[in-house]
């Protein structure tokens, strides 16, 4: 089996130009069987203090995250609109305002993406938010006829439906009452918080048949000439929902009546993947809560247990083809999940996990937060795991890198809500 030191791929970058600006290919970087540091430079270089982290390993791992795995998006677009197509200040018997709004932004041809928006109207200034992707559409998340149906195609195995589109049968299925309900917004809004929302379908539709997955969202607007689908290093889905997730905090940091500092990402599954990368990158997210977000998210690469590197690339939409390279031979990968948590340092990050699912590998997403300690000490987070073995069910871990587990399989229902705001009542000092 080829190896290479570090060292020789510094030099080799170095002749190239520029250290960095042209990664290595994949049979080229050296095999790494543990964790790799992440306060160690590429080059080998140790991180040692706050502005070193900051000016150097933060955008270099972040380089290594788009060239190797999620794909490099687009800048965020200059010419981000929007407007407030309707407001009801009447939701939920009186209790909020729902807002909907059309985000417009990008090259002509890009299509636009509807949020939705439900602010508490009992409270005293600017509503802290929680801010995160659906998978079925607007209209699924709550009991309301006036939201509107989303033209994007929508899983069938997720909406009941059996053409590919959304309609009325449909709304809040996703909500308490529904079919499985994921979406507890009066809950929050009961709590002082708002909840914001976009259906991921209407950024990149999640289906890996043919191309669509590229050519019936955003990722349209942003193919060079020829292109059906991004590039080896280009940003491919959960990449790009991230991106529109933060097109959705574009919006929300004009919004009065939410607290642009308090805006906390949320998201299950891949979609928790999605608010993990999504916060990572975004420090306008103060609080980032990955929920059960396994391989991929904040599960580790190297592991034997749960979903694997090569079993998650069977989704050839979610990372870019670059990544397909490392599925039989992860322990090339320059990074683990680890790294991607300690991007969002010094920030509070909770991930919450159920017993039953095995396959997102909750043992080793808590080894990835302690992985990823040693970052939140050097920017000053004495202690930001509070434990140091793994937690009981139902027992929430509310220091900066929290935790929490319950029983069960996998899925986004009420005890994820419950986490969820006790942590952020945590952690916004409310």
Known sequence: MKTITYSAITTML???????????SVEDLPIVEVFPDPLLMFDGTPVTTAEQWRNERRP??????????????????????????????????GKATRKIVTLLFGPEGTPPISLLLVVPNRRQGPAPVFIGLNFVGNH???????????????NDRWSG????????????????????????????????????????????????????????????????????????????????????????????????EIDKNGI???????????????GALDERIVIVISSMSGSGGAAPSRSHVGESVSQVNRFNHWFNDTFKLFSDQVERLPFDQHCLIALV???????????????????????????????????????????????????????????????GDHDMGQPEWNAWLDFADTHLSR
């Not at 170095?14 to 290595?24: I, K, N, Q, R, S």
């Not at 972040?62 to 800048?75: D, N, Q, S, T, V």
């Not at 906390?264 to 999504?278: E, V, Y």
């Open 60 to 93: 270099e791992l972040i380089a290594l995250f788009e060239h190797y795995m999620y794909g490099k998006a687009p800048a965020a677009p200059d010419n981000f609109r929007f407007r407030v197509e309707a407001v009801d200040r009447n939701a939920f018997g």
């Open 161 to 256: 439906g059996s053409d590919g589109r959304a309609h009325d049968n449909q709304r809040g299925r996703r909500a308490p009452g529904g079919v499985r309900p994921r979406w507890y917004i009066e809950q929050a809004v009961d709590r002082g918080y708002a909840v914001a929302t976009i259906y991921a379908g209407e950024i990149s539709p999640d289906r890996s048949d043919g191309d669509h997955a590229f050519t019936d969202g955003i990722h349209r607007a942003y193919l060079k000439p020829g292109q059906t689908r991004p590039g080896p290093h280009e940003w491919a889905t959960i990449m790009a929902w991230a991106w529109g997730l933060h097109r959705g905090v574009d919006y929300l940091v004009q919004d009065e």
């Open 345 to 407: 340092a010094p920030r509070p990050l909770l991930l919450t996990n159920a017993t039953g699912d095995i396959w997102a590998n909750p043992h080793g997403q808590f080894e990835m937060l302690n992985a990823a300690a040693s970052v939140y000490q050097l920017l000053g987070i004495q202690k930001p795991l509070a434990v140091a073995e793994f937690p009981d069910e139902n027992t929430l871990i509310d220091s900066t890198l929290g935790f929490f587990i319950r029983s």
């Open 140 to 154: 699924t998340t709550m009991h309301d006829p006036n939201i509107p149906l989303t033209p994007a195609w929508v």
């Open 14 to 24: 170095m002749v190239a130009g520029c250290a960095g600006a042209d990664w290595p």
């Open 264 to 278: 906390i990402a949320i998201g299950h599954s891949r979609l928790g993947k999605t608010a993990l990368l999504a």
